[in-house]
Antibody, heavy 123, light 106 residues
Framework: EVQLVESGGGLVQSGGSLRLSCAAS????????MNWVRQAPGKGLEWVSY????????FYADSVKGRFTISRDNAKNSLYLQMNSLRAEDTAVYYC????????????????WGQGSLVTVSS | DIQMTQSPSSLSASVGDRVTITCRAS??????LNWYQQKPGKAPRLLIS???TLQSGVPSRFSGGGSRTDFTLTISSLEPEDFATFYC?????????FGGGTKVEI
């Protein structure tokens, strides 16, 4: 069974930093592309970042470019999101999400999701 | 960036109704369009990929269609468990973008 479990969320002051983790199990982690998607309270979904299976290809939304860094450790079956210079508008539930196809086929969809981790940035 | 516009933003329906949600892309995305269902407090669920491919385990009352800029998600006969918010998402190019959502309520 595919499982994605996020951790690391919490309350942080504006300008602060936080690192989210996503522990993956039930599939061969290194062969799948991964993403972070967020949802502000009462709002819609917003894609944040993508990383290929090897970690060599990375994309960011403009809203987080230069402040957030996505990474992965395939030996630990883990995905990360380092968030710096946090702003009130970064307050959201952050989901890690797995692509539906492996080996770089690039579906760029989100087949499996974690339960989400709430990040609250106080101003 | 490709903008995704869903309509309506909300709708009221009854069990057994046929419901259609539309999604329009600001430029052609071929069939690189996915649909998700989200219930309150839960993570989204992928229903349909590539505009019309039903995911495993998704009931056949859900169907998707369209290409280029105009897409639809149809629920042929609403069941009580279908009341939720639905999102479209383009997978044609980065940044990946979602529609604003359509809330289906009683």
């Amino acid at each position: 069974e595919v499982q994605l479990v996020e951790s690391g969320g919490g309350l942080v002051q504006s300008g602060g930093s936080l690192r989210l983790s996503c522990a993956a199990s039930g599939f061969t982690f290194s062969t799948y592309e991964m993403n972070w998607v967020r949802q502000a309270p009462g709002k819609g979904l917003e894609w944040v970042s993508y990383i290929s299976g090897s970690g060599r290809t990375i994309f960011y939304a403009d809203s987080v470019k230069g402040r957030f860094t996505i990474s992965r450790d395939n030996a630990k079956n883990s995905l990360y999101l380092q968030m710096n210079s946090l702003r009130a508008e970064d307050t959201a539930v952050y989901y890690c999400a797995r692509d539906s196809t492996e080996y770089g086929s690039g579906s760029y969809d989100f087949e499996y999701w974690g339960q989400g981790s709430l990040v609250t940035v106080s101003s | 960036d490709i903008q995704m516009t869903q309509s309506p933003s909300s709708l009221s329906a009854s069990v057994g109704d046929r419901v259609t949600i539309t999604c329009r892309a600001s430029q052609s995305i071929s069939t690189y369009l996915n649909w998700y269902q989200q219930k309150p407090g839960k993570a989204p669920r992928l229903l349909i990929s590539s505009a019309s491919t039903l995911q495993s385990g998704v009931p056949s009352r859900f169907s998707g269609g369209g290409s280029r800029t105009d897409f639809t998600l149809t629920i042929s006969s609403l069941e009580p468990e279908d009341f939720a918010t639905f999102y479209c998402q383009q997978s044609y190019s980065s940044p990946l973008t979602f529609g604003g959502g359509t809330k289906v309520e009683i």
